[in-house]
């Protein structure tokens, strides 16, 4: 008998499969069916739930988080009071007040209580990390406080749970709520957080021993060195959290309108597109149906303003090198519904923040927000739209295509009151080998987090920058105000080498740090469609995406989500020269990879899929013919073909 066989019937002993009459439809993922009118939990479903939930609780017991156990069912009490008392955790039970409403939401303020003989003190002194419920049927106001104050919940749910409960718990670990399994799932608990502790307590020994030393050599500044980068790594770190666990705006049309009113788009045009041959901005390329990403925001932004009634505003934000030639571009939207402004960052502002940089880094400012940031505060931009009633803005690079302005995501912001947001998405190397990053939310550190993506960035990263953000005007106006946002605290966090993965300014957004309530949201990877080459050209322009309403959608005969890996030679790498060797962009729906070097020509209607390498021997000349299909090959010369 395997081990996972063993697991199993330990499951099945504690009745952790039998559910309820009714199985609500989101739950049907974790039935294997029904017997005698009752569903049937599939255990296996349940053994994954329970291994990722414990797997949560042992990460966030080894940064020593503070977790709160929920239980209303007498009984369980035994077992959960044996529980926390063995692992020192705090236990609601001990205070019979806690059931009361606001028992989260209010805990920054406690109620005080006072009867004839003591007071009582009501509440937490703090929020906790994790909230770990027991009967979730029983307790659903702690999960709706929880999930308002974005704290993670890990509860048992059963086959009749309601959506809206469902959706807001983190860790579901579907089951019956017997007693023997809450005394399983106790066990685990139990033994997880021992087994962190024991670690924690050998690290602290050899930290202990280590300061002992350093202290009897008189090295007292390396011990201030080792203090300070616990401090700033306790600080660089954000929490991550899955587009798809985000609730669903209002079906209200009016109440949608009232929220997108409050929301401006600023994009950047400061890239240019020189590296690919092209004299203007980035943002002035044909990357689709003769569309430019200045031509897909601003019909993106037209349509959340047609649909909803609304007045979503775009702002453009150019440079010296980029002003002129997007003002010719914007003669084509004289009559264009969108209420568009141009606005030229100031040459002090853009010469001062880039001081120091090579000639390379001044053609990409858009990389640096700190510079719109004190832009819309110099030209006066920021009070002006505070006055209109704005509240929020969604800060789009040049470089992404792909950026969107959601209203979902727009929505979760202002009902939590979240400051500073950015969008990430999963390192393509990562997205299978752990598809818990892309499901769960979870704290990670800045670090994990890159601005620049390499073919080597899945060994050091999990996500991806996509450099759209969502940031609260209010805020923006505090930190400048209180003179706590400008340049110079930027350029000092990126005084680095370019290979030390721990500069801010290579992991993620250097301005994450000055705001308070800052989450990443972790959406698909083709949110993040750059244009940094002809090889990202060849991939937007083929019928792998198509643009609805300037949303560029992935093509849904494609199985795998993820982007092919597209390499094109030097003899495209310009413009001009990638258009004239094309007749036709081929079709890659299928394709997964693509490799061209050499003086190699493509005809019209061909087909690319699998694995594709056609490398011309130097002096050839390689013509693929018209509505040729090549799949899994590799070509060097006409015989090939």
Known sequence: MTLHSIIIQKLLSTNAHLGRR?????????????????AIIDSDKTLICLRNACHFISLLARQRAAFMFVNTNPLFDE??????????????????????????????????????????????????????????????????????????????????????????????????????????????????????????????DDEDQRERIDSKKGNGEKVGLIEAKREIDSKDEILVVPYESLASISEDIAETKMLLDKLVVVKFNGALGTNMGFSGPKSAIEVKNNLTPLDLMVDQVESLNSKYGCNVPLLLMDTAETHDHVQKVLEKYSNSKVDIHSLSLSQQTHEKSFEGHSRKDKL???????????????????????????????????????????????????????????????????????????????????????????????????????????????????????????????????????????????AADSAIQFFDHTIGINVAQSHYLPVNSTSDLLLLQSDLYTADEGILVQNPARDNPANPSIELGPEFEKVNDFQSRFKSIPSIINLDSLKVEGDVWFGAGITLKGKVSIVAKPGMKLEIPDGIVLENKEIKDVADI
């Open 79 to 204: 077992i959960v009071l044996q529980m926390t008392q063995k692992i020192g955790c705090y236990n609601p039970n001990m205070n019979a007040l806690w059931r009361m409403g606001g028992f989260l939401t209010n805990s920054s303020s406690p109620k005080k209580f006072r009867s004839r003989n003591k007071k009582i003190r009501f509440g937490p002194t703090k929020l906790p990390d994790c909230v770990v419920v027991f009967d979730t049927e029983r307790k659903s106001s702690v999960i709706v406080e929880a999930a308002k104050l974005q704290v993670p919940i890990v509860a048992l749910v059963d086959s009749s749970m309601p959506l809206d409960v469902y959706s807001k718990i983190t860790y579901p670990v579907p089951g019956n709520d017997s007693v023997q399994f809450v005394y399983l799932l106790c066990n685990m608990i139990t033994k997880t957080f021992l087994v962190e502790q024991k670690k924690l307590g050998l690290l602290k």
């Open 22 to 38: 009714v199985a609500a439809h989101h739950f049907k993922q974790y039935t294997y069916g029904f017997r005698n009118a009752m």
């Open 364 to 506: 990409y400012p858009s990389s640096d927000h700190s510079v719109v940031f004190l832009s819309l505060m110099k030209s006066g931009t920021l009070d002006l739209l505070l006055v209109q009633g704005k509240e929020y803005a969604l800060v789009v690079d040049s470089d992404n295509v792909a950026a969107v302005a959601d209203p979902k995501i727009f929505n979760h912001l202002i009902q939590n009151q979240i400051e500073y947001c950015m969008e990430v998405a999963p390192v393509p190397s990562i997205d299978l080998r752990n598809s818990l990053i892309n499901l769960r939310p979870g704290k990670f550190q800045l670090v994990d987090i890159t601005q620049n993506p390499t073919k080597q960035s899945g060994g050091k990263f999990k996500f991806i920058n996509t450099r759209s953000m969502w940031v609260n005007l209010r805020a923006i106006k505090r930190l400048i105000d209180t003179d706590e946002l400008k340049i110079e605290n930027f350029s000092s966090l990126k005084e680095v080498n370019d290979d030390q993965i721990i500069s801010r300014g290579t």
